[in-house]
Every structure is written in C-alpha cells, then in structure tokens.
C-alpha cells in the first residue's frame, strides 16, 4: 500500500501543480522526481543519479527530432504553405462539402503545425466557407478544430507523440503508421459532430475576408508541391526506414538497406523536411534564416524540456521498487489498452496541456509496459496512441485551444464553447481509443 500511495501521490501532485496551482510543468515534473525517488528510499545518490541520466538520455534520443519538428511547422506556418494546404484540399473537396474541406485541412496542417497556430492561420478561410455555403461559423469551426486536434495528439512530427514515441522506446515510422490509421475514426467522429451537432448552434460568419479574396490570394503563395513536400517526403522516408528493418529484407542489397535506414533516420529525414520548407518562403533572408527558424527552435525548447523532465520521473520510477507492485496492481485491473488513455484522460481534463498529459503520461508508463504485457514494438506503438487519445480528453476553460476556437468563433456564451469544443473533444477522444482498441485487438 505504500508503495501506490507514493505514486498516487505523484500523479495527484502533478495535476494539482500544473492544473490549479499553474506551476511550470518542468519544474513540477522534476519535484515530482525527487518526490518519489526519496519517500520510495531508494537512497539519495540513486535518486540523482536517475534524474541525471533519464534527464540526458530523454533529450539526447529525442530533442533534435522536435526541434526540426518545431522548425518545419514555423516555416509552414510563415511561408503561407499552411494557407496553401487549405486551398489545395479545398479544391480537392469542392465547397459543397465546406465542412468536409475544414476537417480534412485540420487533419492535415496540424501534422507539423500547433493546433493553436493552425486555428488562428485557418479561421478566415473558415469564415469565408461558412459564408459562402450558408452555413453557421459553429459547424465550421469545430469541423477544423476536431481535425487539427486528431493529428496534433496522435501523429508525430508533432513534438507531443515524438515525445511520447521517444519515452516509451516505440518506432517512430510505425507510429505514424498506426497513427493514421487510428485518427481515422476521430476524424470522422469529429465531422459528423460538427455537422450534425454543432450545426445547432447559429452563428453568424460575418467574414472579414471574402472566399473570392482568399482564393486570388493563393497566387502570391507557395505551390502546393512545396507546401506538401515538408509534410510527405519525412513521413515517407520514415515509414521506409521501418520498412527495411523489417525481418524479411525486404530491400535485399546491404547497401541498400543501409542508405534507406540513414535517410529514413528521424533526425536525417526532418533535416531533410526543414530543407524542403525553406523552398516554401519567398526568399531567403536574414528574417526566416535567424527569426523565423530561430522562433520554431524557441517553440521546442519548453516541449524537449518537458519532455527531458518527464524522462527523469520516469528513470526515478524504474529506479524504485514501485514498478512490480504497480504493475501487479494494474494488471489485475485488465485495462489493459485502455490505462494509458485514462490516466492522459485524467491528467488533460486536470491541467489542460495535451503536450503535458502526453509526456507525463508516458513518463508514468514507460517503466510498467514489461508488467503490463504492452512491451512488444508495435504494443508501445498503440500505447503511445492510447496515450493521445486521452490527451484530446476533454478540452475545457483550462486549455488554451479551448479559448482559441471559443474566441476566433465567437461563441460569446461560454455554455456554446462546453457543448461544442468540449463536448466535441470527448466525442473525438472516445472515437480514437476505441479505434486504438481496434487495432490492438488485430496486432498485439
């Protein structure tokens, strides 16, 4: 018993520092490592040593990756190419499916860009569509906001899964994989709400900028070659890259192989994205050489800290004895797929973060998926959508995206904001895992 009161205790510390007392998730994850390094008495020089080396080891494996993730989405964001995807797919859809085009242009755009940033760039063309096919700015903005979230918290290189693959040991190709496959259910959850639910609530679009006006805009941005490329070639690459490591050998010559590992490597194949995004800006210049790249690496900093933290709990929790007795408990509880999502759950509703539930969480995990039976390669995978999941679970007053879609759609009344947003991210998040569930269910 006391061994899970010292980690109930941990986790209750960190939903009530980060969530209500508003401290800086770093510093709370670190407290929290000595916190359950000494009361679990696994002796002082132990306890240092493990938050010194998970600390390192995290951010050593994982920073880089998030970096030029960071840097990618910056570049995007900047360039006008997010604005680009939106056209693009706009045309792919047609207007009639307005709704259609917002999810789908969600989906897509927060695969390198915050959903944040992403509903703020995006929110015009929102209101210009709403506009246009006679529909409320309420259907219109939650299509886009549930399509941003789907892909913010399951598909790296978003720093929130890369953080959480990194953490828990899983690949990152087969996450995207089994990322895209598991978002789907989400996106489609996310649609229908928005059209048949959300479409409830009447809001005037009253657009500043007009469709036309967007449209005769797109000249002046990158093409949509340049503006997918940073997207595609990575993941691309990536997914090879797991491909060729495969048992069969599939690619036969060692050489081969061996060229496809290195540029399929997370590192080599967002430097290669990063590349890519730079043939999205108009020139180059000092101000997307030093101020645009340098904002995308000021945007990594908080998440590789975070995420360095949450690797230094983890260390400590391997260190103590509390893995076997917690892992014995757990497991006779049969939850199996589902824990990581409800523990992302509890820690999202209580803090607001997705990053922060994502990182804790796996944080929490890593050392207990050998005694949980979830330690097989594609097992961390799904864990770490799982985990995603739950970290859409549910957005409320205490997120920031919560105010961003609430305010950029003008739903004055704040009950509009629970019964959409809120409501819609519970729908979303449920719809995933049990997508998540599916797939475990065929691969583990």
Not at 54 to 70: N, R
Not at 96 to 124: E, H, K, N, Q, W
Not at 227 to 241: D, N, Q
């Amino acid at each position: 018993m006391g061994t899970l009161i010292v980690f109930l205790a941990a986790v209750v510390f960190i939903i009530v520092m980060t969530g209500k007392v508003k401290m800086n998730a770093f510093l709370v994850l670190i407290l929290a490592a000595y916190g359950v390094g000494i009361f679990s008495g696994i002796g002082l020089d132990t306890t240092l040593a493990a938050i010194r080396d998970g600390f390192g080891g995290t951010i050593g494996y994982i920073g880089i990756v998030i970096t030029l993730g960071a840097v990618i989405g910056t570049l995007l964001e900047k360039s006008g190419a997010a604005f680009t995807l939106a056209n693009t797919i706009l045309r792919w859809v047609g207007q009639a499916r307005a709704a259609l085009a917002m999810a789908l242009t969600g989906y897509v755009v927060s695969i390198p860009v915050f959903c944040d940033s992403g509903f703020v760039i995006l929110s015009p063309l929102s209101r210009a569509l709403a506009e246009k096919a006679k529909i409320s700015l309420a259907t219109m903005s939650i299509a886009l906001s549930m399509g941003l979230y789907v892909t913010h918290c399951l598909v790296p290189p978003t720093p929130g899964p890369i953080a959480a693959a990194g953490t828990l040991g899983a690949d990152l190709g087969t996450v995207i994989v089994l990322g895209l496959v598991a978002s789907i259910p989400g996106l489609v959850a996310g649609y229908f709400f928005a059209t048949r639910f959300a479409s409830r609530f009447q809001i005037d679009p009253n657009p500043g900028v007009g469709l036309d006006e967007i449209q005769a805009r797109a000249g002046s941005l990158p093409s949509a070659t340049k503006s997918f490329a940073p997207l595609v070639v990575p993941i691309l690459l990536i997914g090879l890259k797991s491909i060729a490591e495969f048992p069969g050998h599939i690619f036969g010559d060692a050489n081969l192989k061996s060229a496809i590992v290195f540029v399929g490597n997370p590192n080599t194949a967002l430097i290669i994205g990063v590349f890519l995004a730079l043939f999205t800006v108009p020139r180059l210049n000092r101000i997307v050489l030093q101020d645009w790249i340098g904002e995308g690496v000021k945007n990594a900093g908080w998440i590789i800290l975070i995420t360095g933290a949450g690797g230094a709990l983890g260390a400590v929790l391997k260190a103590t004895p509390l893995i076997e007795t917690i892992g014995q408990n757990l497991s006779a509880l049969e939850l199996g797929i589902f824990l990581p999502f409800l523990i992302a759950a509890a820690l999202k509703t209580g803090q607001g973060s997705s990053t922060v539930a994502i990182i804790t969480t796996s944080s929490l995990l890593a050392p207990l998926l050998p005694v949980l039976g979830l330690d097989g390669a594609t097992a961390r995978a799904l864990v770490v959508l799982s985990i995603g999941a739950g970290a859409m679970t549910v957005s409320h007053a205490n997120d920031s995206y919560f105010w961003v879609v609430s305010q950029f759609s003008d739903m004055e009344n704040i009950g509009t904001a629970y019964r959409t947003q809120t409501l819609g991210t519970l729908v979303v998040g449920v719809s995933t895992i049990l997508g998540v569930w599916f797939l475990s269910l065929l691969l583990i």
